[in-house]
């Protein structure tokens, strides 16, 4: 199993910038797809972002395209995703997800493991 912890989370003001982290346990981090989700309250989980094994093909919501940017280091196990002109709709807790898998997907049914999730709040 792989084990996802997310980080970077807090309050951040309209138009401000946010970069959050996921670390992955497990020995083969290199296998798995990777990807961001996101929950905000009373909504269902969307889809914010998603990267291939090896890092060249990106996926990304077109709510958040051109605005937000993921990438892994498969070295140090670990994806990001840096997140600037926050709107106060992008309020949510963010979920880092890996697929053991070959091909990149925006189904959030498709991934095998999840993280707890870390809250954003873009607030003045």
């Known amino acids: 199993q792989v084990q996802l912890v997310e980080s970077g989370g807090g309050l951040v003001q309209p138009g401000g910038s946010l970069r959050l982290s996921c670390a992955a346990s497990?020995?083969?981090?290199?296998?798995?797809?990777m990807g961001w989700f996101r929950q905000a309250p009373g909504k269902e989980r969307e889809f914010v972002a998603a990267i291939s094994r090896s890092g060249v093909i990106t996926y990304y919501a077109d709510s958040v395209k051109g605005r937000f940017t993921i990438s892994r280091d498969n070295a140090q196990n670990t994806v990001q995703i840096q997140m600037n002109s926050l709107k106060p709709e992008d309020t949510a807790v963010y979920y880092c997800a890996a697929e053991l898998g070959t091909s990149v997907t925006m189904r959030g049914e498709e991934y095998d493991y999840w993280g707890q999730g870390t809250q954003v709040t873009v607030s003045s």
């Open positions: 497990g020995r083969t981090f290199s296998s798995y797809v």
